[in-house]
């Protein structure tokens, strides 16, 4: 059986995932600091303006594709920094998560349907690999923000299809700018794991959109403040 046909087999046992918060870097953590929706939001302007890190996974890549139930290595105290980038990372997989699940109510047959099925699938295992490697170190996980304003992005498929390349694009970015402020070995492995992944899904939604599949030959990565001003207002309070 290959990859994607278990990925749809997979797909219909997946549930929302919903984790406790807590983030850890320079800045100082505690219980009460992601306790509120507020305090929630503050967290995600506050790691991507003040952290030194940014987006990756805390586990070396598997053999298989991550489940919520897969048992997932753990990796030897990362460096605050790099756990920071995990929460980085979370949060912008629930953003994609959350995208992707909606977008599945309104965008369900043919081949559409199919595609918005596959991200959907991708972005919660992203949120579960990622959940599993924080929870596994023994960091609280960040929540999904309790809200997402998607604004008309499922109002037609165009509209729908162009919010999804900005996403990608973005997360692509992402990723990317940060790779270079990781420093466990396998922490950046995986990122390059799900760096990839996220580019197949840009390159897919762009060919539907009927634009030129790259921006060029080589890629470059976006800061946490150009993140933040993407991914900051689609957050919920």
């Not at 996974?57 to 995990?86: E, Y």
């Not at 997360?171 to 402020?181: D, E, F, I, K, R």
């Not at 799900?194 to 840009?202: F, Q, W």
Request: aromatic residues 6%.
């Amino acid at each position: 059986m290959n990859k994607r046909s278990t990925h749809y087999q997979q797909e219909k046992q997946l549930t929302n995932i919903d984790v406790n918060t807590s983030v850890m870097n320079e800045i100082t953590v505690d219980e009460d600091t992601l306790g509120s929706d507020s305090s929630r939001r503050a967290f995600l302007t506050k790691v991507m303006a003040g952290a030194a890190a940014a987006t990756a996974l805390a586990i070396s890549p598997t053999k298989t594709m991550f489940a919520a139930t897969s048992a997932l290595p753990r990796v030897a105290a990362p460096p605050a920094s790099d756990v920071a980038i995990l929460q980085y990372a979370l949060t912008l997989e629930h953003l994609e998560a959350a995208f992707y699940e909606a977008a599945s109510m309104h965008f369900h047959t043919g081949y559409l349907g199919r595609l918005v099925r596959t991200l959907r699938f991708d972005e919660q295992q992203h949120v579960a690999g990622l959940t599993a490697a924080l929870s596994s170190n023994g960091v609280k996980p960040v929540a999904a923000a309790p809200s997402y304003k998607f604004g008309t992005a499922f109002s037609n498929r165009h509209s729908f299809l162009n919010f999804a390349a900005l996403l990608e694009d973005t997360g692509v970015h992402a990723y990317l700018g940060q790779a270079p402020n990781i420093k466990t070995p396998s922490i950046l492995l995986t990122a390059a794991s799900i760096v990839t992944v996220e580019a197949r899904h840009t390159g897919s939604i762009r060919a539907l959109l009927q634009r030129n599949p790259t921006d060029g030959p080589f890629d470059k990565g976006s800061t946490m403040q150009e993140v933040l001003a993407i991914a900051g207002p689609l957050l919920g309070h």
